[in-house]
């Protein structure tokens, strides 16, 4: 069936042949902007979508069978940002200990900057019915970063993946707390980020950085 075309006030010029992934990346982009404010993605609309990219509804079916699909590949970038925003704090340092430390607080970072996404990511049905399997990438980089320390007696033996999933349950839940309960009397960020670094990895606590910045919390004090 042939696609209704858009008002002319909102009509917008089609891809060049072979250009289609580029409205791909338009309409994932567009969507993203939606979740980051709806905090929901339940609440997202592909027709509201659409509009956001001026295109028919029916063209956005042809990237995105349905709502999740659209979910998905937003999630999947938005777990693309977070590996990258860590691989290049943790490359920072060649202390094993800060570098694991710095690669938190990037996670940190970008859930302050994107509230609703992170919370998307972490509270969305999406992954229950579709599965996430990029989420193992994180894990991965988060495990090998305490192994690291382990490595080089920073932090004591164990099982570097149980440490590792331990530090992951209790910064993720960390995060979405402050970003559903704001009003709650919350320490600095970075301080209970260095306290589970102490009491789940074992890391000593961190010397005062002359001129570091301290990165702003998750969500600003009212």
């Known amino acids: 069936m042939e696609a209704t075309p858009a008002p002319k006030s909102a009509r917008r010029r089609p891809n060049t042949r072979g250009h289609g992934e580029l409205l791909r990346e338009e309409i994932v982009a567009a969507a993203a902007e ?11 609309s592909l027709r509201a979508v659409a509009r956001a990219v001026s295109i028919a509804a029916t063209s956005v079916y042809l990237h995105f069978p349905d709502r999740d699909a659209l979910v998905l590949a937003v999630l999947q970038g938005c777990h693309e940002q977070l590996v990258h925003a860590g691989d290049e704090a943790a490359a920072a340092s060649e202390d094993p200990a800060l570098a694991l430390r710095g690669r938190i607080l990037a996670q940190a970072t970008w859930a302050q900057e994107h ?9 969305s049905k999406v992954h229950r019915r579709l599965g996430m399997p990029f989420k193992k990438v994180l894990v991965a980089r988060t495990t090998s970063a305490v192994q690291r320390c382990m490595d080089a007696g920073m932090a004591p033996a164990d099982d570097a993946a149980t440490v590792a999933i331990d530090l992951r349950t209790a910064v993720n839940g960390m995060l979405s707390q402050r970003i559903n309960e704001p009003d709650l009397p919350w320490s600095p960020s970075v301080e209970q980020i260095d306290r589970f670094l102490t009491k789940l990895v074992g890391l000593a606590p961190p010397p005062g950085h002359a001129g570091e910045a301290t990165p702003p919390d998750v969500v600003p004090s009212p």
């Open 34 to 44: 939606m979740l980051d404010e709806l905090a929901d993605d339940e609440a997202l």
């Open 115 to 123: 509230p609703g996404l992170y919370k998307v990511m972490h509270e």
